[in-house]
């Protein structure tokens, strides 16, 4: 593939490109190389769906010729894999408004920026459905139930289960069908961008310039505005979102007469729709690819999803349950900077080896099964590792004592050595067949053991009880 972008380059200029540098890819699917000759530098990419690529070219000479920035696509190759567009530079406005993010202060020059951007999109919203055939959009030509679905299953299927989440699945089902008639209420003929956040705007040349929109569909003006000012990782100001509506608003009444808050109210419900969506991308990413940046943008996104949900006024219940039972799990809980936590867990080895997102990947795994189990028995079938019945057995008619003396003894001396050099995680888990009786035992036990001979702070989880409760620091 790199020889065709090559031969494209050559095609275009004329001259052999003396680089092709590989550039990082922010969750996509596709690979893009900077490919320079002297002074001349284009950007060749390599997309692995032809009609993907189709609906790329389609919308981006739709939006090019009515006046949008976006990027030009110089020349394709023969099976529509490959092609060649001019090189809008590496920052984007993401990377421009760093400073800002990490203050947490938008200035004016700052929030300018953000609103010029939101001015703009009216007119891709509405020019770019202009005479447009959304026939060659790709997956799907409009924002539809079924896309909709789509996405909330990605939420529920990529975060939710996911992060172990248990849940019924009938009351979500309703809930999911009822967010999913607001949205599709609103039927006017727009051009929706779909991934419309700070990361698809380049800063060039001092001004925005639009990509990433081979997604883009027939939909609501909502899901864009929504897309933009609640992208959770770019921890926006309250101020800023405001000041960013309003632009967006004042530039839309070129285009139609709406009400600010009525449309604030159907907004409410898209900016929760994308941060769901957002949340399955998250927990696919973080999650199952172990991706940390995109972990730690699930903390955020919770907070606002929780925020949200309080200003729809229990419309949705069960969200709000799951939002407030996320918003508790040691993984989206920030620790203070100076103390080390220790998590102690209980699992099933049925379910899996619980995965460690601190980023360091320390810790230890300890297997229960060896220990006489009993689960086997009758009367403590439906009883836990800290019922007082499995808590005799165990300690009269087992081994546990002796396994557990050996564990501490290695726990013990890393607990130590971390809190003396100052780290601020340890995992430690403890998995038996079911997960309920040796593995509860031993993980209880071991987290009051630290907790009185560090004094450190302990965070005990047990995954099939879904039960979590925190020893704090003394």
């Known amino acids: 593939m790199i020889n065709t972008l090559k031969k494209l380059f050559y095609d275009v200029t004329s001259l ?23 002074e001349v530098s284009l950007i060749g990419t ?11 070219f389609a919308i981006s000479a739709q939006l090019a010729v009515r006046g949008i920035d976006v990027p030009v696509v110089m020349a394709v190759s023969d099976d529509e894999l490959c092609y ?33 951007v939101m001015s703009l999109l009216p007119d891709i919203q509405y020019l770019g459905a202009e005479d447009f055939d959304f026939s060659v959009c790709y997956p799907v030509a409009a924002f539809d139930k079924r896309s909709v679905f789509w996405d909330l299953n990605y939420f529920k299927y990529c975060f939710l289960k996911a992060v172990g989440l248990e849940f019924n699945e009938a009351p979500l089902e309703e809930e999911f069908e009822r967010l999913s008639a607001v949205l599709l209420k609103d039927d006017e003929n727009t051009f929706m961008f779909r991934d419309f956040q700070s990361r698809n705007v380049m800063w060039h040349n001092d001004r925005p310039c639009f990509i990433d929109f081979q997604g883009g569909r027939r939909g609501p003006i909502y899901y864009d505005v929504a897309s933009f000012v609640g992208q959770a990782r770019a921890k926006y100001s309250a101020d800023a979102v405001q000041r960013m509506i309003d632009a967006y608003l004042e530039s839309l009444k070129r285009y139609r007469s709406v009400e600010r808050e009525e449309f604030m109210r159907t907004l409410a419900f898209f900016r929760l729709f994308r941060l769901l969506q957002n949340l399955g991308a998250y927990g696919f990413r973080g999650l199952l690819e172990r991706k940390k940046a995109f972990v730690e943008s699930i903390p955020a996104a919770i ?5 949200l949900l309080a200003q729809l006024d229990g419309e949705y219940p069960l969200l709000t349950e799951l939002f407030d039972r996320a918003a508790d799990m040691p993984l989206f809980v920030k620790q203070a900077d100076d103390e080390l936590t220790v998590d102690v867990m209980s699992f099933s080895y049925k379910r899996g080896i619980p995965d460690d997102y601190s980023g ?7 297997d229960c099964r060896a220990i006489h189990n009993p689960g086997r028995y009758e009367p403590y079938k439906k009883l836990c590792g800290y019922d007082e019945p499995v808590i005799r057995f165990l300690e009269e008619q087992s081994e546990i004592g002796a396994f557990l003396e050996n564990v501490y003894s290695i726990v013990d001396m890393m607990v130590a050595n971390y809190k003396e050099r100052g780290f601020k995680h340890i995992q430690i888990c403890f998995g038996c067949t079911g997960g309920q009786h040796r593995s509860v035992y031993s993980a209880e036990h071991t987290a009051r053991h630290i907790a009185d001979k560090f004094g450190v702070k302990v965070v005990v989880t047990h995954k099939m009880q879904n039960k979590r409760y925190v020893i704090e620091a003394k």
Do not use: W
């Open 84 to 116: 060649v567009q001019n090189d809008l530079g590496d920052v984007n406005l993401f990377e421009h408004l760093k400073p800002a993010r990490e203050s947490g202060c938008f200035d004016d020059a700052q929030c300018g920026d953000l609103c010029k």
């Open 46 to 56: 390599v997309g692995l769906s032809v009609e993907e690529n189709r609906a790329f």
């Open 16 to 38: 052999v490109p003396e680089e092709a540098i590989k550039l990082t890819g922010d969750g996509s699917n596709r690979c893009y190389y900077r490919m320079r000759s002297g």
């Open 360 to 366: 360091n990947g320390g810790g230890f795994v300890f």
């Open 303 to 307: 907070a606002q999803v929780k925020e």
